[in-house]
């Protein structure tokens, strides 16, 4: 297909677990001829499923790519996780894609994970379309959906489609732009669809919702309102013109009805795709900086301007060792080119480009500005780093990833495991942001975090699937934090004989709390006309930002506070980079002593959804959790229960759940925030620590 900047879509498909991304693209796959048979998430024949671990437990855990052709244009579509632990494969792919296809549950509406996705969608000024899936289900309601849609996440949602019926009486949709009613021929796994005019029973409402979205589009063109004004019916090309508009100036969002599983309402979505979101020529030119000056800069969506791309995604692969997925924003990508990553200071040279679609590819001799695709050959590039000219260097902003909460102790079963196992935890670092490591310094062993209990049992799994990793695996743990409650400063001198020379530095450092999640900031505040030499000064930054990491009550990271160097003195003799550092370092640590430090501990957001002669069971125990119970609802598929708990009030309640439930109920959790620690459960949390080490 020849190059057509207006005819390429880059899109990501989210969604709240199991209300049926994968299944619905899937659907789209085979509707284009990408595959020439339908796979399902439950038998673990899904394409976008590839990894082991997806097809055992039928969810997504990697965000996968692939390319279709539809109609004439090129749709780059990237399948996102819908678990909370795998969240940053969502944020990562939105931080590089230019529209958004957000699947709804008919039952289920607006769920916890819908609710970040769409936080996600708007950090990154995303437009998005809805698609309600599952309209055959028992207790489906559309109207439900587009209510939680407006009261959840203040968005102007406008149906262009509406169900025929629906659970078992879901037989196709009414096209509110031709008014038209489509009804699928199910013999034909949903390849066809027939063309009607709508039912009688429904032409009432047709008409409802139709008004409604003129009213809404109306201002993006002039064409429209003109017949409008002139109660005239336009042309639907008018009115995809409009939609268009509204779409791309985030004003609202379209909605449809489907049910992906019964293979009805999926050619609709993917008209509404390549019809009302963005191609890569509708936005603004991306904005990055020079890296030495600071100055900023604009790429426009050029072939023929300079290179730049965003490596969104770094995946381990048995081929190559290493693939990084590029979104492309100027110039053009070439095998056998040499692009700067200006992080690394560091030319890195292309090797093999590829097209992806999932674990399979094409290889490709060039790729141009607007496209997605994968590289082999980068050494140095880890996700979120600019690729640019060398001579023309820009870099884009980078991307933040949540701290991890949980951690674990991992050791090889053998001495010969653990090279494999130093080698499979590099690499899956790599790979993913929020996975990190750490040696304890008191038991010498491995510590690996994550973002919960599945995200570190998928990850161990691969290291022995993909590394052939045998290892012991320790208890699951709560990452806790520290922070301090008040002001203080304090001053250290360092003035020593070492090595056979004197050493000498004096900082004092001052600190004090700030709000929660806003991380650790360290600030130089000393005069820009000071004396002490531009290297001293960022020795003593680096000696505060090397203390960070282990605080002064349990050796836990600290949080939520500004560290300030506000004085300083130094010997042109004497006076040494190393010697800053180490007196910083002291100075920041015993200012933190002095801030009465507190401990954290991370509490999580859950919705349990019960059967209602559960309900006084599930509460009870949520209690005994010391849960903060914000709300209940009555949904058509049981009660929600939404709460705040403790993270380490949660371990093993999955299955204290089936048990109070027979199997019925099932719950989602995700982080919510850090909070000080109860003194009571403070004061055993140390004695733990200090009696049995963290690990």
Same mark, same amino acid.
């Given at each position: 297909?020849?190059?057509?900047?207006?005819?390429?879509?880059?899109?990501?498909?989210?969604?709240?677990?199991?209300?049926?991304?994968?299944?619905?693209?899937?659907?789209?796959?085979?509707?284009?001829?990408?595959?020439?048979?339908?796979?399902?998430?439950?038998?673990?024949?899904?394409?976008?499923?590839?990894?082991?671990?997806?097809?055992?437990?039928?969810?997504?855990?990697?965000?996968?790519?692939?390319?279709?052709?539809?109609?004439?244009?090129?749709?780059?579509?990237?399948?996102?996780?819908?678990?909370?632990?795998?969240?940053?494969?969502?944020?990562?792919?939105?931080?590089?894609?230019?529209?958004?296809?957000?699947?709804?549950?008919?039952?289920?509406?607006?769920?916890?994970?819908?609710e970040t996705v769409w936080r996600q969608a708007n950090k990154y000024n995303i437009p998005r379309i809805v698609f309600v899936n599952k309209m055959d289900r028992l207790g489906a309601d559309f109207e439900q959906d587009l209510e939680m849609l407006k009261e959840k996440l203040s968005a102007k949602a406008v149906p262009i489609n509406i169900p025929i019926?629906?659970?078992?009486?879901?037989?196709?949709?009414?096209?509110?732009?031709?008014?038209?009613?489509?009804?699928?021929?199910?013999?034909?796994?949903?390849?066809?669809?027939?063309?009607?005019?709508?039912?009688?029973?429904?032409?009432?409402?047709?008409?409802?919702?139709?008004?409604?979205?003129?009213?809404?589009?109306?201002?993006?063109?002039?064409?429209?309102?003109?017949?409008?004004?002139?109660?005239?019916?336009?042309?639907?090309?008018?009115?995809?013109?409009?939609?268009?508009?509204?779409?791309?100036?985030?004003?609202?969002?379209?909605?449809?009805?489907?049910?992906?599983?019964?293979?009805?309402?999926?050619?609709?979505?993917?008209?509404?795709?390549?019809?009302?979101?963005?191609?890569?020529?509708?936005?603004?030119?991306?904005?990055?900086?020079?890296?030495?000056?600071?100055?900023?800069?604009?790429?426009?969506?050029?072939?023929?301007?300079? =290179?730049? #791309?965003?490596?969104? !995604?770094?995946? *381990? @692969?048995?081929?190559?060792?290493?693939? %990084?997925? /590029? &979104?492309?924003?100027?110039?053009?990508?070439?095998?056998?080119?040499?692009?700067?990553?200006?992080?690394?200071?560091?030319?890195?040279?292309?090797?093999?480009?590829?097209?992806?679609?999932?674990?399979?590819?094409?290889?490709?001799?060039?790729?141009?500005?607007?496209?997605?695709?994968?590289?082999?050959?980068?050494?140095?590039?880890?996700?979120?780093?600019?690729?640019?000219?060398?001579?023309?260097?820009?870099?884009?902003?980078?991307?933040?990833?949540?701290?991890?909460?949980? =951690?674990? #102790?991992?050791?090889? !079963?053998?001495? *010969? @495991?653990?090279?494999?196992?130093?080698? %499979?935890? /590099? &690499?899956?670092?790599?790979?993913?942001?929020?996975?990190?490591?750490?040696?304890?310094?008191?038991?010498?062993?491995?510590?690996?975090?994550?973002?919960?209990?599945?995200?570190?049992?998928?990850?161990?799994?691969?290291?022995?699937?993909?590394?052939?990793?045998?290892?012991?695996?320790?208890?699951?743990?709560?990452?806790?934090?520290?922070?301090?409650?008040?002001?203080?400063?304090?001053?250290?001198?360092?003035?020593?004989?070492?090595?056979?020379?004197?050493?000498?530095?004096?900082?004092?450092?001052?600190?004090?709390?700030?709000?929660?999640?806003?991380?650790?900031?360290?600030?130089?505040? /000393?005069?820009?006309?000071?004396?002490?030499?531009?290297?001293?000064?960022?020795?003593?930054?680096?000696?505060?930002?090397?203390?960070?990491?282990?605080?002064?009550?349990?050796?836990?990271?600290?949080?939520?506070?500004?560290?300030?160097?506000?004085?300083?003195?130094?010997?042109?003799?004497?006076?040494?980079?190393?010697?800053?550092?180490?007196?910083?370092?002291?100075?920041?640590?015993?200012?933190?002593?002095?801030?009465?430090?507190?401990?954290?501990?991370?509490?999580?957001?859950?919705?349990?959804?019960?059967?209602?002669?559960?309900?006084?069971?599930?509460?009870?125990?949520?209690?005994?959790?010391?849960?903060?119970?914000?709300?209940?609802?009555?949904?058509?598929?049981g009660e929600v229960i939404n709460a705040i708990v403790p993270l380490a009030e949660m371990f093993g309640y999955t299955t204290k759940l089936r048990s109070m439930t027979q199997g019925r109920g099932f719950f989602t959790m995700q982080f919510s925030h850090y909070r000080r620690l109860p003194p009571q459960r403070e004061e055993k949390l140390l004695l733990?620590?200090?009696?049995?080490?963290?690990?």
């Open positions: 297909m020849d190059y057509n900047p207006e005819h390429i879509r880059n899109i990501g498909i989210a969604a709240h677990i199991d209300a049926g991304k994968t299944t619905t693209t899937e659907r789209i796959l085979y509707y284009v001829g990408k595959i020439h048979r339908i796979g399902e998430v439950d038998d673990g024949t899904a394409q976008m499923d590839w990894m082991a671990q997806e097809k055992e437990r039928g969810i997504t855990i990697t965000a996968a790519a692939t390319t279709i052709y539809w109609r004439e244009y090129q749709v780059n579509i990237i399948d996102t996780p819908g678990h909370v632990d795998f969240t940053v494969e969502v944020e990562r792919s939105l931080r590089a894609l230019d529209g958004a296809v957000i699947v709804l549950c008919a039952v289920g509406g607006v769920e916890p994970q819908t019926g629906e659970e078992e009486n879901f037989v196709g949709v009414v096209d509110l732009i031709a008014m038209k009613s489509l009804i699928w021929n199910e013999d034909e796994f949903g390849a066809k669809f027939d063309i009607a005019e709508i039912p009688d029973n429904m032409l009432e409402l047709a008409h409802k919702m139709r008004e409604e979205l003129m009213e809404a589009i109306a201002d993006y063109d002039d064409e429209l309102m003109e017949c409008l004004l002139n109660d005239e019916n336009p042309a639907p090309e008018v009115v995809k013109r409009a939609v268009r508009k509204g779409v791309i100036h985030h004003d609202f969002v379209p909605v449809l009805a489907g049910s992906a599983l019964k293979n009805k309402g999926i050619q609709p979505l993917m008209d509404a795709i390549v019809d009302f979101l963005p191609s890569p020529d509708d936005l603004p030119p991306v904005v990055g900086t020079h890296p030495k000056t600071g100055q900023e800069i604009e790429r426009r969506n050029d072939p023929n301007a300079p =290179f730049s #791309a965003l490596a969104f !995604k770094i995946a *381990a @692969d048995p081929y190559v060792e290493k693939l %990084a997925y /590029l &979104r492309i924003y100027s110039g053009t990508l070439k095998i056998g080119g040499t692009y700067l990553n200006p992080r690394t200071k560091k030319k890195e040279r292309v090797q093999k480009i590829f097209r992806m679609h999932a674990n399979k590819r094409d290889e490709l001799s060039r790729a141009f500005a607007g496209d997605v695709v994968a590289v082999a050959g980068l050494k140095s590039v880890a996700t979120g780093d600019t690729l640019c000219d060398q001579h023309k260097p820009i870099v884009f902003e980078e991307m933040e990833f949540p701290e991890p909460v949980i =951690f674990v #102790a991992v050791e090889p !079963k053998s001495k *010969a @495991d653990q090279e494999k196992l130093n080698r %499979a935890i /590099l &690499r899956l670092e790599e790979e993913d942001p929020t996975f990190k490591h750490r040696i304890d310094p008191e038991t010498g062993q491995t510590i690996i975090s994550g973002m919960g209990e599945l995200h570190l049992e998928v990850l161990v799994e691969r290291m022995v699937s993909e590394f052939g990793v045998q290892v012991n695996i320790g208890t699951p743990q709560v990452a806790y934090r520290e922070t301090i409650t008040k002001s203080a400063s304090a001053r250290y001198t360092l003035d020593k004989i070492v090595g056979g020379r004197r050493q000498y530095a004096s900082v004092t450092v001052a600190v004090e709390p700030q709000e929660v999640g806003s991380g650790v900031v360290v600030v130089d505040g /000393l005069p820009q006309d000071s004396e002490i030499p531009v290297e001293l000064r960022q020795s003593a930054i680096r000696g505060i930002e090397a203390t960070k990491e282990s605080g002064t009550i349990a050796g836990y990271p600290l949080l939520d506070l500004k560290a300030e160097i506000v004085d300083a003195d130094f010997d042109e003799e004497q006076s040494n980079e190393f010697a800053f550092e180490m007196s910083a370092s002291q100075a920041f640590q015993q200012a933190i002593r002095q801030a009465e430090p507190v401990l954290l501990e991370p509490v999580m957001k859950i919705e349990v959804v019960v059967p209602e002669q559960n309900l006084g069971d599930v509460m009870g125990d949520l209690s005994a959790r010391s849960a903060q119970i914000e709300g209940i609802d009555h949904r058509s598929d733990k620590v200090r009696g049995y080490g963290k690990g």
